[in-house]
Each structure stands twice: as C-alpha cells, then as structure tokens.
T-cell receptor, first 117, second 115 residues
Framework: AQKVTQAQTEISVVEKEDVTLDCVYE???????LFWYKQPPSGELVFLIR??????QNEISGRYSWNFQKSTSSFNFTITASQVVDSAVYFC??????????????FGQGTILTVHP | DTGVSQNPRHKITKRGQNVTFRCDPI?????LYWYRQTLGQGPEFLTY????????KSRLLSDRFSAERPKGSFSTLEIQRTEQGDSAMYLC?????????????FGPGTRLTVL
C-alpha cells in the first residue's frame, strides 16, 4: 500500500530564510505521481506542483523549487527567501496508476510552516 | 467563479441526524473525489466518480455514508445517523480523467460538527 511521510510537523523561520520541507513516500508501483498542495489559514487546498515517476528533473517556479530523487523515494520542497504569506500547512501526496487506485491521492500528515516577520 | 464549490460551508447537527453535502465540480472535469480531513491530519480519500459511475469506495466509508453523482455533474454525500466521530472537514475535488494523472482541484470544504 502507498504511504507518504512528512517527518517535520512544524517549522518556524524568519522572513527571507530558505526552508526545505521533506517528503518521503512508499509505493510498489513503478508509475505514479507526486504532488504538493498548500493549505493556507483560509482552509482551501491549493495545488502547487505535479511530478510523474519518470521525470526526475528538478523544477523551479519563482521562489519555489522541488527536488525529486527516486533512489531515496523523496520529493522535497524548498522555498527560497520565505515570506509571511508562505505561512500555511503544506501537504505532499502520492497517486498510483494501478487498477482502481487511479487518481486517488494519499496525503502525508502535513508540515505547518510559520514565517515570522 | 469557475472553481469547485461546496455547500453548505458549515453544518452543525445533533447526533443521530442525517446530513447531506453538495459539491459542484469544475464544469469540464469528469472525475470527482470526496475526502475527509480531521484536525492536524492530511485529507483521507473516501470515494470517487468517473462521470456518474462510482469507481472506488474507501473502507473508511461505512454503511452510513452514501455518495451519488447523478448525470455526472454535481455530487452529494449523505451521512445517516451521524456520530460524534463524523465531525470533520469534508472536501470535494475534481479533475480531468485520462491517461495522465491530472491535478485535483479542491473546494473550500464543508465543516461538519456533530454535537
């Protein structure tokens, strides 16, 4: 069965610091997708990025970057020069593509990020 | 607004009562998902639909829970004989269905409190 682990329950940083959120996953499938979502205090989950298991290229989008390493089953998320508006709960999620599991997301426990001014 | 919408946003009910929630997905999305999120946890999958067909149900979904998606448009999630353990945020998400796993876009959720 699939599993996602976000070992960091809470992280607190001061504005402009860089911060990395860790995500480790378990799956038996060779084809799967990984996602990051942001849940701000308003509560609505916001999609940030999708990565498939065949694409190990790192990705950068503005202040956000993602490091996917299949060898260690990790998909870490880095925010550069953090801002107060980055304060939120961040979830890593896994989707397998086998049988009837197609599309179902398995989420980690989430990491609460607090950015202080 | 073309995002996923959910109604009501909040529901307070007494134990033993029935409740029904509604989700309107993004109009061009054929897949619809329900998740439940309790405080301090990540969302947990409940069920999903491809058009009007319910393709998978989680073991979390007891017999008291039922979901429908008539005509492949909006969906309803009903909980019968609510229990205090049902208190949670119920999230709906939608996506395109196809050979590639498209992102799921979430609604604002319905927060259920069972007294």
């Amino acid at each position: 069965a699939q599993k996602v682990t976000q070992a960091q329950t809470e992280i607190s940083v001061v504005e402009k610091e860089d911060v990395t959120l860790d995500c480790v996953y378990e799956t038996r499938d060779t084809t799967y997708y990984l996602f990051w979502y942001k849940q701000p205090p308003s509560g609505e989950l916001v999609f940030l990025i999708r990565r498939n298991s065949f694409d190990e290229q790192n990705e950068i989008s503005g202040r956000y970057s993602w490091n996917f390493q299949k060898s260690t089953s990790s998909f870490n998320f880095t925010i550069t020069a953090s801002q107060v508006v980055d304060s939120a709960v961040y979830f890593c999620a896994l989707s397998e593509l086998s049988g009837t599991s197609y599309g179902k997301l398995t989420f980690g426990q989430g990491t609460i990020l607090t950015v202080h001014p | 607004d073309t995002g996923v919408s959910q109604n009501p946003r909040h529901k307070i009910t007494k134990r033993g009562q029935n409740v029904t929630f509604r989700c309107d997905p993004i109009s061009e999305h054929n897949r619809l998902y329900w998740y439940r999120q309790t405080l301090g946890q990540g969302p947990e999958f409940l069920t999903y639909f491809q058009n009007e067909a319910q393709l998978e149900k989680s073991r979390l979904l007891s017999d008291r829970f039922s979901a429908e998606r008539p005509k492949g448009s909006f969906s309803t999630l009903e909980i019968q004989r609510t229990e205090q353990g049902d208190s949670a945020m119920y999230l709906c998400a939608s996506s395109f269905g196809g050979p590639v796993q498209e992102p799921q876009y979430f609604g604002p959720g319905t927060r259920l409190t069972v007294l």
